[in-house]
């Protein structure tokens, strides 16, 4: 008669320092079943109270009723066997041991999970450099995260059941001068016609000795930024106009804005165009004053402060305020020709997306949703200005994101979990209130470990087509830019109808490095998991496909081949 011998071997965590083994074998007929394998012929580990499938299987036949003590009587190969079976066991333990990870042992899986690609995308950063392919290809596979698709999958279909693109009501114009008084007596309603940007002439009061940017509050708040003042102060006084006694000095808006997505390119956008002669960008490149500054915000963990006024903003564009005022005030037409041609620009990547702080100014919502977004504010001073985007895959630019502002801890288990606590948290807020009040929910925005919401792209792009017209935005794809940097700069020139450049200008711009590469230490850390990237995918499929539709263009649907 032939009987198994089974054996169930736990690792219990640490502080217990010792093991349990449980055997079921001999002329038994009714045995107790591990409660651990279930009665599979498994060696499972438990380690940090994880438990993890070895996926080995140690199966040891005996004759009649021999027991272990007729260990040496087995046969060479089945004793071989055995004791392969116990070095490979003792040299995961050494393994986990000697390397101080706290992280469940990780056993390559000799399956294949049809239901996910086996190779995860490659890795796109903010910038095409890192649109080069990756040749890292991790060596394990968290088999335990496959297991939760079926679950998460439901918390996505719950999701999915409940999108519904609505049309947001629009304000007021007297509703949005009630709310930003003094910004409507600063800004005229009004501008020189003879300037591209939008520009005016506004008394200064202050005499020769007066430091105009002595309260300014982007000064005030932060270091790096005086040097830049500094050098504003130097210039200031040389471009006063004089009039009846009184001087004045030339104030402008943007002509146009960057407006979004954060790790999408934005700052090699920003880095190649500002090379451009008739361009001249703010004195500092995110402002971030329509979505954050105007509101008090420095540092979002540092809560609300002083409101930012828009004098201050303003100050940010003196330089190439100066420029114009040069060549409105210039005696040759041809100098007057090359002034003229200036167009000022504003590269803000929350300009789009981040109206988190109305929760604290606007408290005449409806059913949770914002009655004013920075939109509004922007189309009533500026109705006829230009509006650029970049975006990418938004599943790749959440893990670029993710290992961008991540602290400490960075993985690719610690991504998947953020995500996974991430839609539960959406998928909450989902079933009590509409997309768009889940959207810019500033509670919900906090909470989340990973800014799911950034990447639902549609949302925020048709909110912002209530007030501006499609012809007045130029989209832009990563990886188009990223494939071919020339081809997405000319079409950024003709948008601004820009003047052409040179060749050694173009080259100039066109091949320098890219901006904001990935730091290599992010790098290292390779992609994310193919199962999170599935759960991700399935996630932002219905939002690109509606701004697909948008756009009339297929290549924003991301979809996979």
Not at 479 to 486: I, R
């Amino acid at each position: 008669m032939r009987h198994c011998i089974n054996c169930c071997i736990q690792l219990l965590p640490e502080d217990t320092h010792k093991q349990q083994v449980g055997c079921q074998g001999g002329s038994h007929h009714s045995h107790q079943a591990c409660p651990t394998c279930k009665g599979e012929n498994k060696i499972l580990f438990r380690v940090d109270s994880k438990q993890m499938n070895l996926l080995a299987v140690l199966e040891v036949r005996t004759e009649g009723n021999e027991s272990w003590g007729g260990f040496l009587r087995f046969k060479k190969g089945k004793r071989c066997s055995l004791v392969f079976g116990l070095i490979i066991m003792t040299l995961v333990m050494a393994s986990y041991i000697l390397s101080g990870a706290h992280q469940e042992l990780l056993i390559s899986s000799p399956f294949h999970y049809g239901g996910f690609p086996s190779n995860p995308s490659l890795m796109d950063s903010e910038n095409p450099s890192d649109m080069k392919e990756h040749h890292f290809q991790p060596s394990v596979n968290n088999i335990s995260y496959v297991k939760d698709y079926p679950s998460i999958k439901l918390i996505i279909n719950s999701i999915t059941a409940r999108i519904e693109f609505t049309t947001r009501q629009l304000p007021d114009l007297q509703d949005l001068k009630r709310q930003e008084l003094h910004m409507f007596s600063v800004i005229p309603n009004k501008f020189l016609p003879n300037s591209k940007s939008p520009c005016w002439y506004e008394e200064f009061s202050g005499r020769n000795t007066t430091d105009p940017y002595l309260t300014n509050s982007y000064v005030l708040y932060s270091k790096r930024f005086r040097s830049t003042f500094d050098a504003l102060r130097k210039a200031f006084w040389g471009h006063l106009s004089h009039a009846h006694g009184k001087h004045f000095r030339l104030r402008c808006l943007p002509h146009f804005y960057i407006i979004g997505q954060p790790k999408c390119g934005t700052t090699d956008l920003y880095d190649r165009l500002r090379l451009h002669p008739e361009v001249k960008f703010s004195a500092i490149k995110e402002p971030h004053w329509w979505t954050r500054k105007r509101f008090g915000i420095v540092r979002l963990r540092d809560g609300l402060r002083d409101r930012y006024p828009v004098e201050d903003y303003l100050d940010l564009f003196d330089l190439a305020a100066h420029q114009i005022h040069q060549g409105l005030q210039a005696a040759s037409a041809v100098e007057q020709s090359v002034m003229n041609k200036i167009i000022i620009g504003e590269a803000s990547a929350s300009t789009m997306w981040d109206n988190n702080a109305w929760t604290f100014f606007y408290d005449n919502s409806t059913d949770g949703e914002p009655p004013f977004l920075t939109q509004d504010f922007i189309h009533a001073f500026q109705p006829n200005v230009k509006l650029i985007v970049m975006l990418r895959d938004p599943v790749e630019r959440l893990y670029s994101d993710y290992l961008y502002f991540a602290s400490s801890n960075k993985s690719a288990d610690d991504f998947h979990e953020k995500v996974t606590e991430a839609l539960q948290l959406f998928e909450n807020c989902m079933l009590d209130y509409s997309l768009r009040a889940c959207v810019y929910n500033n509670t919900l925005n906090n909470a989340m470990p990973v800014r799911l919401q950034v990447g639902l792209y549609a949302v925020y792009l048709l909110d912002w087509l209530t007030v501006f017209s499609k012809e007045q935005f130029l989209i832009l794809r990563l990886e188009d830019h990223a494939s071919n940097v020339k081809s997405t700069m000319h079409r950024v020139f003709q948008f601004l109808n820009l003047g052409p450049l040179s060749e050694k200008q173009e080259a100039l711009m066109t091949k320098s490095p890219a901006s904001n590469t990935r730091r290599p230490e992010d790098r290292s850390l390779g992609p994310m998991w193919p199962v999170t990237q599935k759960i991700l995918q399935d996630f932002y499929g219905p939002f690109n496909t509606r701004l697909a539709q948008v756009l009339d263009d297929e290549a924003f649907a991301w979809k996979t081949p």
